[in-house]
T-cell receptor, first 118, second 111 residues
Framework: DTGVSQDPRHKITKRGQNVTFRCDPI?????LYWYRQTLGQGPEFLTY????????KSRLLSDRFSAERPKGSFSTLEIQRTEQGDSAMYLC????????????????FGSGTRLTVV | TQLLEQSPQFLSIQEGENLTVYCNSS?????LQWYRQEPGEGPVLLVT?????EVKKLKRLTFQFGDARKDSSLHITAAQPGDTGLYLC???????????FGAGTQVVVTP
C-alpha cells in the first residue's frame, strides 16, 4: 500500500468553475476525512465517512461543497461555482476505527490538493 | 476562537538548543495527537497520547499529556535542522474519531 493518494496535487481554476478532487485512502482503513488548510492555519475539519456513510459535515461546508464515498473506498470532494475564498490546501486522511470508536491510531494524511481560484 | 491554542506561533533556534511548544484548551480530550508538517505536504503523525499525565518519548522528542487531559507539550532536546517544520496538535473529544487541530507552531532550526 502506498499510503493516501490525492489527485490532482495542484489545481488552478477560474472563479465560477466546478472542481473535483479525488482521494484514495489506505485500503484497510474504514474512515476517511476531508480537511481544508489555509496558509498559517491548522487543518479545518470539513467532513468524514465511515465506510460509505457520511457521518458528519462541518458548518464550513456550504451547499456548494459535496463529498461522496460511493463504495466505501475512494472519495471525491466537489466544489461548485468556486470562489476566491475557496483557495486552500484540501487534505484527505484515513484511519482505522479503534476500540470504543476512538481513533487512537491517528490519521494518515495524503499530500493534499492545492486549489487556486483566480 | 480555536478549540486548541498553540504557543508560541513561531520559534527560531540554533542547532543544539532545546525547545518546548504548548497546546492548551479548556476542553477535555479523549486523546491528543502531535503532527509535523513540511511545506506542500500533509501532516505526519508523531505520537498519540490518551491517558492523563502520560509521557511518551520518541528519540529526542518528549510528549506530555496534562493530568486533566486539557493540555499537552512537546519538548525537543538538542534540536537539529531536520526538526524544522510546522508542529500541530489535534484533539479528539468524546471518542467520535474526529480530530480538531490547533493553528500550529512553526519551528525553524538553523545550523
Amino acid at each position: 500500500d502506498t499510503g493516501v493518494s490525492q489527485d490532482p496535487r495542484h489545481k488552478i481554476t477560474k472563479r465560477g468553475q466546478n472542481v473535483t478532487f479525488r482521494c484514495d485512502p489506505i485500503s484497510e482503513h474504514n474512515r476517511l476525512y476531508w480537511y481544508r488548510q489555509t496558509l498559517g492555519q491548522g487543518p479545518e475539519f470539513l467532513t468524514y465517512f465511515q465506510n460509505e456513510a457520511q457521518l458528519e459535515k462541518s458548518r464550513l461546508l456550504s451547499d456548494r461543497f459535496s463529498a461522496e464515498r460511493p463504495k466505501g473506498s475512494f472519495s471525491t470532494l466537489e466544489i461548485q461555482r468556486t470562489e476566491q475564498g475557496d483557495s486552500a490546501m484540501y487534505l484527505c486522511a484515513s484511519s482505522s476505527q479503534g476500540t470504543g470508536g476512538s481513533t487512537n491510531y491517528g490519521y494518515t494524511f495524503g499530500s493534499g490538493t492545492r486549489l487556486t481560484v483566480v | 476562537t480555536q478549540l486548541l491554542e498553540q504557543s508560541p506561533q513561531f520559534l527560531s533556534i540554533q542547532e543544539g538548543e532545546n525547545l518546548t511548544v504548548y497546546c492548551n484548551s479548556s476542553s477535555v480530550f479523549s486523546s491528543l495527537q502531535w503532527y509535523r508538517q513540511e511545506p506542500g505536504e500533509g501532516p505526519v503523525l508523531l505520537v498519540t497520547v490518551v491517558t492523563g499525565g502520560e509521557v511518551k518519548k520518541l528519540k529526542r522528542l518528549t510528549f506530555q499529556f496534562g493530568d486533566a487531559r486539557k493540555d499537552s507539550s512537546l519538548h525537543i532536546t538538542a534540536a537539529q535542522p531536520g526538526d524544522t517544520g510546522l508542529y500541530l496538535c489535534a484533539g479528539e473529544r468524546h471518542s467520535w474519531g474526529k480530530f480538531q487541530f490547533g493553528a500550529g507552531t512553526q519551528v525553524v532550526v538553523t545550523p
